[in-house]
């Protein structure tokens, strides 16, 4: 018996290709979806992310200003003078331990510190002990060192024993510097008011200044860092040492276990890099602060352009950059060999993106002033 071969007729060849086409297309449009939602959620976390980090450093801009207009007036005591110009050291623990108290019961700082220096920076009185008169500061805080050319305020995260906001303005008679008063602040209280917003900070120094923060020696270590502020969440603590550090600074920010992590750079008062910071905002917080489009500042009831206008004031001489640590990473890159560029090359790209338009016109025009220019700038 002989079998016949089935056929394959032109309608069944047609429909194989029907099914095969529809399926390509499937998988097409299966793949175009998957990954618009990826890049829908990068896009996302990028918009929120520059957004929180924008809304920290207006927060962290108005803590300085607020230390600033706070150390200004009190420079201005007539007892303190009067004090340092007698040389009388325990009326003026006197005087800077009253002025702390009632600082602490009116108001919401609780961690404020007062020290009065002599203008070869010695110790002559502070609020929280007494004992330490005619100790010199000068010798672990770098950041003095600019006050024996130019006796302007100033005000900064600082490093020394401890790191701390500082705010130092010089105590006059006339013309002639008494002194200098610095009223201190922890990063502790600020890291709460971010909390508040389903932010966790860590404040982040970089380990090489432990040589001088000999009080902060036992504070633990992360990634090469020390972690300063003592209120940090300890829940994240084993999350974040195992981050992928170089993918959260390639990318400025990193997504794990529904949490997103940002960085920011921390700077002194001299625009120079000292650590980092390190927010930490799970997706519920995330979700609340999308829903959140408000042109107010997180942490006071100033709109952001008003901080920004007062903290101009004090952040000029860096020429068109922000600040000092802007200025050298561009300024130092033309002068490096082509392999030495490649590290930091990156590190300028991340921070002209927060420059604007206007700014960046400025950088240019200062930096090519000595060339005529003609035609449109895009």
Known sequence: MIMKRPSCTPKKYISKIALYVTFVVLMVLFISVFFFVQHSK???????????????????????????????ALSEDGEL????????????????????????????????????LTPDFFIFARSWDEGYEGMPIWWFRDDLASLNKNARPKVGMETGRLLTLKATIPIRSGVKVLGYLEVIKFIDEFALKLRRKGIELFALMDER???????MRNFPLLNGYVVSNQNYNQQYMEKIKRLDWKNLFQKNYRYEDDTLYLYEPMVNGKGKKIGIYLLCIQEDAL?????ENQSVSFFTQFSDEDIENVVDTWKAGSDSFRNEYDKDIVELLPKLNK?????????????????NKDELIDIVMENKHNEKKSGIIK
């Open 42 to 72: 990068e896009d996302r976390l990028i918009s929120l992310g520059d957004d929180i980090v924008g809304k920290f450093r207006a927060g962290l801009d108005y803590e300085m200003v607020d230390l600033l207009s706070l150390s200004l």
């Open 287 to 291: 979700q609340k602060h999308e829903k």
């Open 339 to 355: 392999e030495d560029k490649l590290g930091l090359e990156m590190e300028a790209k991340r921070v002209l993106q927060k420059y």
């Open 209 to 215: 200044y432990l040589e001088q923060a000999e009080l």
């Open 81 to 116: 003078k009067n004090a340092l110009t007698k040389e009388d050291e325990s009326r003026g623990h006197g005087i800077l331990s009253k002025i702390t108290e009632r600082f602490k019961k009116y108001t919401h700082l609780k961690t404020l510190r007062i020290q009065v």
